[in-house]
């Protein structure tokens, strides 16, 4: 069975400062796509980020990026130049893709992010 | 505005009672989804369905029934309505296109009290 682990349960970083969310997760398969969501106190969730597990390039969304370790299975989240906005529950998610996929994502537990003023 | 709707965005059932969550999408995804998220934790996957007539249980299906006759529409039906089932609801779509899924898109999601 699949697994994401989110070690994290809070965090908080200064306004302007960098931080690093950490992700693993437990699979056999090859072909996968992982996911990083935010979700604000409006409890909206919203799309950060998205990795191809056959890409050795890691993804970057502005001010966010990833460090993919595909045989550490290690999937973490660095958010730079953190702003008041950033304040939310971040959850890392995998979703295994093939033939005969049906496109279920498994989450993990959520880590709450506080950017302080 | 194109997405996911979902209603009631609130709703308070005492236990017993029965009820119908609504989910609708209008960007022609095929993948439906229904999920729970308790206070403080991660989503569980209820219910979901890769196309119209096609539904399939997730990981936590007790207590709830769905049904898809329409590509547009998936909603969750609540039956006997327990304390347990208190949590913030939400339905998402899906769909791949050539360089694999593209995640999901979310509904503004359902917070059910059942007292």
């Known amino acids: 069975a699949q697994t994401v682990t989110q070690s994290q349960p809070e965090m908080s970083v200064q306004e302007a400062e960098t931080v690093t969310l950490s992700c693993t997760y437990d699979?056999?398969?090859?072909?996968?796509?992982l996911f990083w969501y935010k979700q604000p106190p409006s409890r909206q969730m919203i799309l950060v980020i998205r990795?191809?597990?056959?890409?050795?390039q890691n993804a970057t969304e502005n001010r966010f990026s990833v460090n993919f370790q595909k045989a550490a299975k290690s999937f973490s989240l660095k958010i730079s130049d953190s702003q008041l906005g950033d304040t939310a529950m971040y959850f890392c998610?995998?979703?295994?893709?093939?033939?005969?996929?049906?496109?279920?994502?498994?989450f993990g537990q959520g880590t709450t992010l506080q950017v302080k003023p | 505005n194109a997405g996911v709707t979902q209603t009631p965005k609130f709703r308070i059932l005492k236990i017993g009672q029965s009820m119908t969550l609504q989910c609708a999408q209008d960007?022609?995804?095929?993948?439906m989804y229904w999920y729970r998220q308790d206070p403080g934790m991660g989503l569980k996957l209820i219910y979901y369905?890769?196309?119209?007539?096609?539904?399939d249980k997730g990981e936590v299906p007790n207590g709830y029934n769905v049904s898809r006759s329409t590509t547009e529409d998936f909603p969750l039906r609540l039956e006997l309505a327990a304390p347990s089932q208190t949590s913030v609801y939400f339905c998402?779509?899906?769909?791949?296109?050539?360089?694999?899924?593209?995640?999901?898109?979310f509904g503004s999601g359902t917070r059910l009290t059942v007292v």
């Open positions: 960007m022609n995804h095929n993948y």
């Open positions: 998610a995998f979703m295994i893709h093939g033939s005969g996929n049906t496109g279920k994502l498994i």
């Open positions: 998402a779509s899906s769909y791949s296109g050539d360089t694999g899924p593209y995640g999901y898109t």
């Open positions: 699979t056999s398969e090859n072909n996968y796509y």
């Open positions: 369905s890769v196309g119209a007539g096609i539904t």
């Open positions: 990795q191809e597990a056959y890409k050795q």
